[in-house]
C-alpha cells in the first residue's frame, strides 16, 4: 500500500471462476466494443425481444444518439411478460422482507398479473402514453409493481426517494407535471415508523395532480383518518387495494419506440442543483440487460441482492429492470440492514441464499465492525460480491473480500454515472 491509502496489489479471480462466467476475457469484449460499436450493441440487443427491429443500431449527431432506429419495443415485454410463457412463470421474481420481519414471495406469474392491475386501473383513471406518475414509496413490492405497471401502458414514471422532504417532492411533482402519485402511508426504518402525513397535507398545492393513490403500510387511526378519500377535491385521494381489486389481470403491453421515454430520474446533486435526465424503453433496456449479465453474471439458480433504492439510478437498473430482464430472483428488503441487531444483514444472506450481494462501502465498514457477531452466520451461499456509490478503500476491500466472501468470492467494484 502507498502513502496515498492505495493498493496495488492484484486480484485475479480463479479459473473455475472464469470458466464459469458470462465475461470470460474483458480485454476482448472492451476491444469489440470499441472497435465495432454498433456490432457490438447489435449482438447485444437481439438477446432480447422486439416487436419490430430497428433499421439502424446508432443514429449519431452530436450531442445526440439515437439507439435502435424504428425499433419496437416494451421494456416491460422482457421483464415480465416473455417469462411467464416459460417455466420461469413460477419462478419466484421477488422476495421481500420488512423491518418488522413480514415476508412476501412473489413469483414472476404472480408479479405480472399484478402489474396488469395496476396498468389497468391506471388506464381506467385515464392515465395515457407520455403521462407522468411520481412514485413516492419505500422498498415494497408495490415499488417494482408500480414502476412496471407505468411503464406497461407507456406512462413515464418518476421516482422519488421516499426520504426526501415534501418540497422536493412537491418540485418533482410540478416539474414533471405528474398527474398522479403513488405512495404509502409509511415505512419503517431503524426501527422507527415513518408517517407521511405532513407530505401529503402540501399536495393541494400541485396542481397537476389529479391522483394519489396510497399503499396501506401500516394501519394507525390516526393514519388511516388523514387518508380519508376527499369526494369532489382536487387530487383525489384512492387506496392501492380498492383500486385494483376487480382489475382485470391481464393487459397488453403498449408498443413504444425505442428511442420514446420510460422513466424520468434525478441526478443525485453533487454538481449542483439535480437535474431529471431521461431514459428511453430501447437503449436502456439493451443496456440494463447486457451490464446486468457481464457485471453480475447472473445465472437461473442465483438470488441477488442489490441494497440500493429503487429511488435511485442504482435500484432502478441494478434492483429492478437488469435483473427481472434477466429472469432472476431478486430480494428487496426494507428496513435498516443492522436494525434490530447489526448482523441482520447476514441474516437475511443465510435466510434467502442469497448469491450474489451489492452493497456500499459505507455499509461494508459498519460490518467491519462485527467480526465476532458474523461467526453465527455462514454466508456460505454467496458466489459474487460488489461494491457501489463510493471508491472503497483497500482496507474495507480485503476484508469485504476474506470475512463476507471467505476469500472465495470475487469482489466487482462498479463505477456508473448518477
Not at 421516482?159 to 414533471?176: H, K, P, Q
Not at 396510497?214 to 376527499?230: G, H, S
Not at 429492478?320 to 436494525?339: H, M, R
Not at 469485504?400 to 476469500?407: A, P, R, T
Request: charged fraction near 25%; charge should be positive; hydrophobic fraction near 40%.
Amino acid at each position: 500500500m502507498n502513502d496515498r491509502g492505495k493498493s496495488n496489489e492484484v486480484y485475479i479471480p480463479s479459473e473455475g471462476i472464469v470458466e464459469r462466467a458470462f465475461l470470460k476475457n474483458y480485454e476482448e469484449v472492451y476491444r469489440q466494443s470499441i472497435e465495432d460499436v454498433e456490432g457490438f450493441w447489435d449482438k447485444a440487443a437481439r438477446e432480447v425481444e422486439w416487436f419490430n427491429p430497428w433499421t439502424k443500431v446508432l443514429e449519431w449527431n452530436y450531442p445526440r444518439a439515437k439507439w435502435f432506429v424504428k425499433g419496437k419495443c416494451n421494456i416491460v415485454h422482457n421483464a415480465l411478460d416473455r417469462h411467464v410463457k416459460t417455466w420461469r412463470k413460477n419462478k419466484v421474481a421477488v422476495y421481500w422482507e420488512g423491518e418488522p420481519g413480514e415476508r412476501r414471495v412473489i413469483t414472476y406469474g404472480e408479479l405480472y398479473k399484478r402489474v396488469n392491475k395496476l396498468a389497468n386501473a391506471l388506464k381506467k383513471l385515464g392515465v395515457r402514453k407520455g403521462d407522468f406518475i411520481t412514485i413516492y414509496l419505500p422498498i415494497l413490492p408495490e415499488q417494482i409493481i408500480a414502476m412496471l405497471a407505468c411503464a406497461k401502458i407507456g406512462a413515464i414514471h418518476n421516482v422519488v426517494y421516499y426520504g426526501y422532504s415534501a418540497r422536493v417532492l412537491r418540485e418533482r411533482i410540478m416539474e414533471t407535471s405528474s398527474k398522479v402519485l403513488i405512495t404509502s402511508n409509511g415505512a419503517y426504518f431503524g426501527g422507527k415508523l415513518t408517517v407521511v402525513a405532513n407530505v401529503i397535507s402540501q399536495l393541494s398545492q400541485c396542481p397537476p395532480l389529479e391522483y394519489v393513490i396510497i399503499k396501506k403500510r401500516v394501519d394507525i387511526p390516526i393514519i388511516t383518518e388523514q387518508y380519508q378519500p376527499v369526494r369532489g377535491a382536487e387530487p383525489k385521494y384512492l387506496y392501492w387495494d380498492e383500486l385494483v381489486n376487480g382489475a382485470p389481470d391481464v393487459a397488453e403491453c403498449e408498443i413504444m419506440d425505442s428511442s420514446e421515454p420510460l422513466f424520468i430520474i434525478y441526478t443525485s446533486g453533487t454538481a449542483g442543483k439535480p437535474k431529471g435526465i431521461v431514459h428511453s424503453h430501447g437503449g436502456y433496456m439493451v443496456g440494463s440487460y447486457l451490464t446486468t449479465k457481464l457485471v453480475f453474471d447472473i445465472k437461473d439458480e442465483d438470488v441477488y441482492w442489490c441494497t440500493a433504492s429503487p429511488g435511485w439510478i442504482t435500484g432502478h437498473t441494478y434492483v429492478v429492470y437488469g435483473p427481472l430482464i434477466s429472469g432472476a430472483t431478486i430480494l428487496i428488503y426494507e428496513g435498516d440492514l443492522n436494525y434490530p441487531n447489526p448482523t441482520r444483514w447476514a441474516k437475511l444472506i443465510d435466510d434467502y441464499g442469497v448469491s450474489i450481494f451489492y452493497t456500499i462501502p459505507t455499509y461494508i465498514r459498519t460490518f467491519m465492525l462485527q467480526d465476532e457477531l458474523l461467526r453465527r452466520h455462514s454466508l456460505q451461499s454467496l458466489r459474487l460480491l460488489g461494491t457501489v456509490g463510493e471508491p472503497i478503500d483497500p482496507s474495507a476491500w480485503k476484508w469485504f473480500h476474506k470475512v463476507v466472501g471467505k476469500g472465495r468470492c470475487p469482489v466487482i467494484d462498479t463505477w456508473w454515472q448518477t
